[in-house]
């Protein structure tokens, strides 16, 4: 009911910079949660950051003071600014939405490399 699209993975050099996006589509409920997990090889899914339409936000511990979620709930949209990116950042990022049913969209590919 829910279609999740991401944008703006690149490869970056270690200290740089992204910026993801994620449009949420269809059955949009007005209370919700939309954010970001991330999935490297060998590892599992870790969550990166979330944010309610009321604006709480809650960030995984390896990404807090680098990485800041933002949503524009009018466009039904949810971003990520990853700043002083490291190599462990490496990973596929993936846009998240719940509303009582967790959905998921495909991964943005963000890679941190000399």
């Known amino acids: 009911q829910v279609q999740l699209v991401e944008s703006g993975g690149a490869l970056v050099q270690p200290g740089g910079s992204l910026r993801l996006s994620c449009a949420a589509s269809?059955?949009?409920?007005?209370?919700?949660?939309m954010g970001w997990y991330r999935q490297a090889p060998g590892k599992q899914r870790e969550l990166v950051a979330l944010?309610?339409?009321?604006?709480?936000?809650i960030y995984g511990d390896s990404v807090k003071g680098r990485f800041t979620i933002s949503r524009d709930n009018a466009k039904n949209t949810v971003y990520l600014q990853m700043n002083s990116l490291k190599p462990e950042d490496t990973a596929a990022y993936v846009c998240a939405y719940n509303d009582l049913k967790y959905y998921w969209g495909q991964g943005t590919q963000v890679t941190v490399s000399s």
């Open positions: 944010m309610s339409s009321t604006g709480s936000t």
């Open positions: 269809g059955s949009i409920g007005s209370i919700n949660t």
